[in-house]
């Protein structure tokens, strides 16, 4: 009875709307009505009817105080809303709160124009998946884009029409906390997964109501902030912001990503959200972008303190001639447009330019044939945290872990174990597996290691757990009993990391050793003589050096999400062999950084001679390279071969390698190829990512893996930022991670 009678309840709204439609002739939606078919003609028809006042509300983005205060809006936005001078609110979520405030916009302000609700839908909505880092590991971006899609089918129930995700700032330091936002240090695996992710939140249709607008950010170069330090200054040449930083939001705009978000850093001396330089010449004129770009959260003020902006009007002129649409919470734009209109200073047309791209997506949305489509209660109630959703959580959390050392196989773990022990602040936490920007996600779904082990060892096995220590904290008064606790057992499991918020925004570390004092305790357990089995929660590379020398089972676990103790146990206990990757190198020492596998030679490459270029007091290898990953079998390469040995720019290059599993057990392996151009009017990187492919073999099972490379996988950018492809010979690797490879050459004519 309830559901038939919000059903009806849901129809009545519907009948309302559209009468309102046919008797309301001021309204927005008449004049869409009235304009055909075509949405270019609705967006020009209302748009002639607006004020310059209710057009700027359509490029002001304001929050909700929901996250901190619950369902609630602030008194002077709620005005806004009703006068129709706010376009979108974000920080806004369920069905019942959104329709409340859709209900105020369409029904109260002059024209009707429905808001656009957004929120930062970043690795899950009520369902939390691995963070982006974590699922870069997996190597599958096919599975990128299922857990989009399920992102998006649970957020758009929830009334949201908008993420800000997926973030596709290429990142080489670990220091910076947003690293784990991101698919890692490669310029290639970032395009691959940020196309995917994009088709995964859009879909084929942004009127189908399970989809939701995708924001491709930050633009641009954020992820090179110096120092690791978050919101720093960025400073590069145009080539390397061509070559490493540009591609993967160009691989999102190929995929139709509707709007951009702009960055909080400077490049080269100019805030990016006022440069024309990235937004006129590169996103609109280079690349032909319609859609909308929208501030990140009060970046137009910020100007202010860059020191590039002498005050908000200033700032706000900056960030209108960069053609940046829309104002994420300052108000400036309400504040200050209409004088800067009135002076000549900005023209009308700009304005209108901005709103017309923003009106537009909300028709392609659907949101002016019916704005309450994605407010639905019912299937809010169905979506949000379903069985299968947890099942795709599960087994994306599964394809996330890396598995880092395995000294004498001690993984898998036997289910006959008589007594375990299970150590760590983190092995029994709920809140830590959700890792930064967890959207609704709610710490009471999540199931912890202890849990996942527990459920399935069943009751057979006696499991000793004990905290040991906290995450940051400096006491050892909890030691002795995790070490009886160790003493007791036939293998240990040690849970260790960060907590989730000292990865993400506003979390850049100078170090990256365990926080507090979990190596004393690791150590504590490790001396102990119990085999021990360390596990990695963390948002970023940690260095630890001590443990891959010491202990000898290391998984990679990142932050798994809402199925994370499952898919930890399953991997522990081999269930699942683990296949995953790592999408970024982890260096021996903070003092390596930034570290990433295609770096440039210099002059004086590193050899063992004093004067070449090195650190003299670390091994200068890293301790785990770019695409390392470990499994329960094993693979042997072999046979690697070119289709042909010369080739011209216009020819195609076909490339195969066999790969053997010589292990016991079915598993997954990537295989990894990369080039290099010896030779080049500006040098190039000792390795890059040209391609990979995931694949499954038996034990025995020999396969031909196939590659086909292009003349434009051999180009680059040259001092004139041209592509070009230029004559000579080249390296070709395929292998398993960057550094354990086999070699052949190439000669382009």
């Known amino acids: 009875m309830i559901t038939i009678n919000k059903i009806l309840i849901s129809a009545v709204h519907t009948v309302l709307f559209l009468l309102l439609l046919l008797l309301s002739p001021s309204r927005g939606q008449q004049v869409a009505a009235e304009a055909g078919p075509g949405i270019d003609a609705r967006v020009d028809s209302l748009l002639d009817r607006m004020t310059l006042e209710e057009k700027i509300g359509q490029l ?50 002059r024209l009707g124009i429905p808001l656009l609700f957004g ?10 998946f691995p963070i982006p880092l974590a699922e870069a590991a997996s190597w599958d971006p096919d599975l990128a884009r299922r857990s989009a899609q399920t992102a998006a089918r649970e957020a758009a129930a929830a009334g949201l029409h908008w993420t800000f995700a997926p973030m596709v700032d290429v990142s080489r330091d670990p220091r910076w906390g947003r690293i784990a936002e991101s698919a890692g240090e490669d310029p290639y695996l970032n395009v691959r997964f940020a196309e995917e992710r994009v088709r995964g939140f859009q879909g084929e249709d942004l009127e189908n109501p399970e989809t939701i607008l995708a924001t491709a950010k930050h633009f641009a170069a954020y992820g090179a902030a110096e120092g690791g330090r978050d919101y720093n200054t960025v400073n590069m040449s145009n080539q390397r912001l061509w070559e490493v930083y540009l591609p993967p939001f160009k691989a999102a705009l190929d995929a139709g990503v509707g709007t951009f978000m702009t960055a909080f850093n400077e490049y080269n001396g100019v805030p990016a959200t006022g440069s024309q330089y990235l937004f006129n010449t590169i996103l609109r004129d280079a690349w032909n972008f319609e859609g909308f770009v929208v501030t990140d959260y009060t970046s137009i003020p910020e100007m202010i303190a860059h020191g590039a902006a002498a005050g908000e009007t200033a700032a706000v002129e900056m960030a209108m001639n960069a053609n940046v649409d829309m104002d994420m919470q300052s108000g400036l734009y309400l504040k200050e447009l209409p004088r800067l209109v009135e002076e000549g200073r900005i023209s009308e047309e700009q304005v209108d330019r901005s709103v017309r791209r923003i009106l537009r997506l909300k028709y392609e949305l659907g949101l002016f044939q019916d704005p309450y489509r994605y407010s639905d209660a019912d299937r809010e109630d169905k979506e949000l945290l379903s ?26 773990l036997s ?43 069943g009751g057979e096995t006696a499991i000793h757990y004990r905290r040991g220590s906290d995450i940051t904290g400096t006491s050892a008064d909890q030691f002795d009993e995790a070490v009886q606790a160790a003493e007791q057992a036939e293998v240990a499991i040690v849970v260790l990391g960060e907590e989730a918020l000292m990865s993400g925004e506003a979390a850049s570390r100078a170090t990256l050793d365990l926080p507090g004092v979990q190596q004393e305790l690791l150590e504590q357990i490790h001396a102990t003589g119990t085999p021990v089995v360390f596990v990695m929660m963390n948002g970023r590379p940690l260095t630890i050096t001590w443990a891959d020398q010491h202990i000898p089972a290391i998984l990679e676990t990142w932050f798994l999400g809402t199925e994370g ?80 040995q010369t080739m011209r720019p216009d020819d195609s ?19 990894q190829l990369y080039i290099r151009d010896l030779s080049a009017s500006v040098t190039r990187p000792i390795k890059e990512m040209r391609a990979f492919q995931k694949i499954k073999l038996q034990p025995g099972q020999e396969k031909t893996v196939s590659f086909t490379l292009t003349g434009e996988d051999f180009s680059f950018y040259n001092q004139e930022l041209k592509k070009v492809v230029e004559p000579g010979r080249f390296k070709i690797f395929v292998g398993t991670n960057a550094r354990d490879v086999l070699e052949t050459e190439l000669l382009i004519q």
């Open 60 to 109: 002001t983005l304001f929050t909700s105080d929901l996250t901190t205060t619950g369902p609630t809006m602030r008194d002077d936005y709620r005005k806004l809303i009703n006068e129709g001078r706010t376009g979108a609110i974000f920080n806004a979520y369920g069905a019942d709160y959104t329709r409340k405030l859709q209900k105020m916009a369409v029904e109260n302000s």
């Open 119 to 128: 929120y930062d839908v970043i690795h899950g909505f009520r369902t939390i």
């Open 387 to 412: 069985a299968r959703n947890r099942e795709l959580a599960r087994k994306v959390a599964r394809e996330s872990v890396v598995l880092l050392k395995n000294e004498n196989n001690l993984l898998p």
């Open 565 to 644: 103790g499952h898919a930890i146990a399953d991997i522990l206990f081999g269930d699942d062999n683990p296949s995953g990757k790592l999408p970024v190198t982890f260096p021996r020492a903070v003092g390596q950084v930034p570290y990433y596998y295609n770096h440039k030679n210099t002059g004086r490459p590193m050899t063992d001679q004093k004067y070449t270029s090195k650190y003299i007091d670390v091994e200068n290898s890293p301790l785990y390279p770019f695409g390392y990953g470990l499994s329960y079998t094993s693979f042997d390469y072999g046979g690697l071969q070119l289709s042909r």
């Open 653 to 671: 290059l076909h490339i195969r390698v066999e790969v053997e599993n010589t292990g016991k057990r079915e598993g997954e392996e990537v295989v």
């Open 415 to 457: 289910r006959d174990i008589s007594e375990l022990a299970v150590i760590g602040p983190l092995a029994d936490n709920q809140q830590e597996l959700l890792g930064s920007w967890s959207a609704a996600g709610d710490a009471d779904d999540n199931v912890t290691v202890l849990e996942g082990i527990r459920q399935k060892l």
